[in-house]
Protein backbone atom coordinates (compact mmCIF):
# COMPACT_ATOMS: atom_id res chain seq x y z
CA UNK A 1 0.00 0.00 0.00
CA UNK A 2 2.50 2.45 1.09
CA UNK A 3 5.07 1.59 -1.81
CA UNK A 4 1.99 2.04 -4.39
CA UNK A 5 1.65 5.54 -2.97
CA UNK A 6 5.18 6.62 -3.42
CA UNK A 7 4.97 5.16 -7.22
CA UNK A 8 1.68 6.66 -8.42
CA UNK A 9 3.98 9.95 -6.80
CA UNK A 10 7.34 9.33 -9.24
CA UNK A 11 4.86 8.98 -12.40
CA UNK A 12 2.94 12.42 -11.42
CA UNK A 13 6.31 14.14 -10.70
CA UNK A 14 7.73 12.64 -14.29
CA UNK A 15 4.71 13.92 -16.12
CA UNK A 16 4.73 16.87 -14.82
CA UNK A 17 8.72 17.21 -15.95
CA UNK A 18 7.95 16.83 -19.28
CA UNK A 19 4.96 18.83 -19.49
CA UNK A 20 7.16 21.78 -17.78
CA UNK A 21 10.29 21.07 -20.76
CA UNK A 22 7.50 20.79 -23.37
CA UNK A 23 6.54 24.31 -21.98
CA UNK A 24 10.04 25.64 -21.55
CA UNK A 25 10.68 24.38 -25.37
CA UNK A 26 7.69 26.37 -27.25
CA UNK A 27 8.71 29.87 -24.87
CA UNK A 28 12.09 29.59 -26.63
CA UNK A 29 10.87 29.02 -30.28
CA UNK A 30 8.26 31.47 -29.65
CA UNK A 31 9.61 34.61 -27.38
CA UNK A 32 6.74 36.23 -25.70
CA UNK A 33 5.96 39.47 -26.81
CA UNK A 34 7.35 42.64 -24.32
CA UNK A 35 4.57 42.97 -21.79
CA UNK A 36 3.05 46.36 -22.15
CA UNK A 37 2.59 48.06 -18.79
CA UNK A 38 -1.02 49.36 -18.31
CA UNK A 39 -1.47 52.89 -19.59
CA UNK A 40 -2.67 55.92 -16.79
CA UNK A 41 -6.16 55.86 -17.91
CA UNK A 42 -6.77 52.28 -17.30
CA UNK A 43 -4.81 52.21 -14.14
CA UNK A 44 -6.94 55.21 -12.89
CA UNK A 45 -9.97 53.06 -13.71
CA UNK A 46 -8.72 50.17 -12.08
CA UNK A 47 -6.78 51.44 -8.82
CA UNK A 48 -8.83 55.23 -8.58
CA UNK A 49 -12.31 54.92 -9.84
CA UNK A 50 -14.18 53.35 -7.49
CA UNK A 51 -13.61 56.52 -5.26
CA UNK A 52 -13.17 59.22 -7.49
CA UNK A 53 -14.53 60.69 -10.45
CA UNK A 54 -12.87 62.82 -13.22
CA UNK A 55 -15.48 65.29 -14.25
CA UNK A 56 -17.92 67.43 -11.86
CA UNK A 57 -21.48 66.02 -13.66
CA UNK A 58 -21.36 61.97 -11.53
CA UNK A 59 -22.36 61.97 -7.79
CA UNK A 60 -18.79 62.51 -5.70
CA UNK A 61 -18.08 58.80 -4.49
CA UNK A 62 -15.34 58.03 -1.60
CA UNK A 63 -13.03 61.01 -2.41
CA UNK A 64 -13.85 64.17 -4.09
CA UNK A 65 -13.61 64.66 -8.18
CA UNK A 66 -10.13 64.91 -9.50
CA UNK A 67 -10.93 66.93 -12.18
CA UNK A 68 -8.19 69.45 -12.70
CA UNK A 69 -6.78 68.90 -9.76
CA UNK A 70 -3.02 69.29 -11.56
CA UNK A 71 -2.89 73.08 -10.40
CA UNK A 72 -5.56 72.87 -8.07
CA UNK A 73 -5.42 73.96 -4.47
CA UNK A 74 -5.31 70.74 -1.84
CA UNK A 75 -9.18 69.82 -0.03
CA UNK A 76 -10.52 72.68 -1.93
CA UNK A 77 -13.15 70.44 -4.15
CA UNK A 78 -16.61 71.97 -3.86
CA UNK A 79 -19.17 70.03 -1.98
CA UNK A 80 -16.51 67.15 -0.50
CA UNK A 81 -16.36 67.09 3.08
CA UNK A 82 -12.59 66.38 3.53
CA UNK A 83 -11.17 64.83 6.90
CA UNK A 84 -9.24 67.51 9.32
CA UNK A 85 -5.70 66.55 7.83
CA UNK A 86 -6.87 68.40 4.88
CA UNK A 87 -8.13 71.76 6.93
CA UNK A 88 -4.30 72.38 7.03
CA UNK A 89 -2.99 71.73 3.69
CA UNK A 90 -2.12 74.46 2.26
CA UNK A 91 -0.45 74.01 -1.17
CA UNK A 92 -0.95 73.27 -4.81
CA UNK A 93 -0.68 70.01 -6.71
CA UNK A 94 1.65 69.18 -8.77
CA UNK A 95 3.39 66.49 -10.18
CA UNK A 96 6.28 66.12 -6.73
CA UNK A 97 2.88 66.23 -4.34
CA UNK A 98 0.79 64.03 -5.89
CA UNK A 99 3.23 61.14 -6.52
CA UNK A 100 4.21 61.75 -2.09
CA UNK A 101 0.58 61.69 -1.70
CA UNK A 102 -0.06 58.34 -4.25
CA UNK A 103 2.65 56.65 -2.38
CA UNK A 104 1.97 57.59 0.91
CA UNK A 105 -1.41 59.83 1.71
CA UNK A 106 -0.78 59.54 5.39
CA UNK A 107 2.87 60.77 5.57
CA UNK A 108 1.82 63.60 3.31
CA UNK A 109 -0.89 64.90 4.87
CA UNK A 110 -1.18 63.87 8.24
CA UNK A 111 -5.09 62.57 8.93
CA UNK A 112 -5.71 61.83 4.96
CA UNK A 113 -7.79 59.24 5.25
CA UNK A 114 -7.55 58.27 1.49
CA UNK A 115 -6.84 54.17 1.86
CA UNK A 116 -4.58 53.82 -1.22
CA UNK A 117 -0.89 53.33 -1.44
CA UNK A 118 0.71 53.25 -4.45
CA UNK A 119 5.02 51.82 -3.96
CA UNK A 120 5.54 51.69 -7.91
CA UNK A 121 7.44 54.68 -9.32
CA UNK A 122 6.31 54.06 -12.34
CA UNK A 123 2.74 53.41 -11.48
CA UNK A 124 1.99 56.19 -9.98
CA UNK A 125 3.73 58.59 -13.10
CA UNK A 126 1.95 56.86 -15.81
CA UNK A 127 -1.33 58.00 -13.18
CA UNK A 128 0.01 61.12 -12.87
CA UNK A 129 0.39 61.77 -16.34
CA UNK A 130 -3.28 61.14 -16.77
CA UNK A 131 -4.46 63.53 -14.13
CA UNK A 132 -2.63 65.53 -15.86
CA UNK A 133 -4.76 65.54 -18.77
CA UNK A 134 -8.17 65.73 -17.14
CA UNK A 135 -7.36 69.89 -16.94
C1 LIG B 1 -10.65 53.73 -1.19
C2 LIG B 1 -10.98 54.99 -1.81
C3 LIG B 1 -9.89 55.73 -2.53
C4 LIG B 1 -9.05 55.26 -3.53
C5 LIG B 1 -8.95 53.87 -4.09
C6 LIG B 1 -8.29 56.41 -3.95
N1 LIG B 1 -8.64 57.52 -3.24
FE1 LIG B 1 -7.91 59.38 -3.43
N2 LIG B 1 -9.02 60.04 -1.89
C7 LIG B 1 -9.94 59.27 -1.19
C8 LIG B 1 -10.49 60.06 -0.10
C9 LIG B 1 -11.53 59.57 0.90
C10 LIG B 1 -9.88 61.32 -0.17
C11 LIG B 1 -10.07 62.48 0.80
C12 LIG B 1 -9.08 62.21 1.93
C13 LIG B 1 -9.29 63.02 3.19
O1 LIG B 1 -10.30 63.74 3.31
O2 LIG B 1 -8.42 62.89 4.08
C14 LIG B 1 -8.98 61.28 -1.31
C15 LIG B 1 -8.22 62.37 -1.74
C16 LIG B 1 -7.44 62.37 -2.88
C17 LIG B 1 -6.73 63.53 -3.39
C18 LIG B 1 -6.77 64.94 -2.83
C19 LIG B 1 -7.85 65.70 -3.59
C20 LIG B 1 -8.01 67.17 -3.24
O3 LIG B 1 -9.07 67.72 -3.57
O4 LIG B 1 -7.09 67.78 -2.66
C21 LIG B 1 -6.07 63.13 -4.51
C22 LIG B 1 -5.20 63.97 -5.40
C23 LIG B 1 -6.38 61.73 -4.70
N3 LIG B 1 -7.20 61.30 -3.69
C24 LIG B 1 -5.91 60.96 -5.76
C25 LIG B 1 -6.15 59.60 -5.91
C26 LIG B 1 -5.65 58.82 -7.02
C27 LIG B 1 -4.89 59.37 -8.20
C28 LIG B 1 -6.02 57.52 -6.78
C29 LIG B 1 -5.66 56.29 -7.57
C30 LIG B 1 -4.29 56.12 -7.86
C31 LIG B 1 -6.78 57.50 -5.54
N4 LIG B 1 -6.84 58.78 -5.05
C32 LIG B 1 -7.35 56.37 -4.97
C33 LIG B 1 -10.27 57.96 -1.46
C34 LIG B 1 -9.62 57.14 -2.35
Given at each position: ?33 E ?44 GF ?9 D ?11 L ?7 P ?21 K???
Open positions: MHMKRLRTTRVIGVGFCATLLVVTMAGAQMPLPAKPPDGATLFKQQCATCHTTNLSDAVRQGPSLFGIVGKSAGKADRYSTGFAKAFVWDEASLDAYANPQATIGSIMAYRQPKAETRAAIIAYLELN
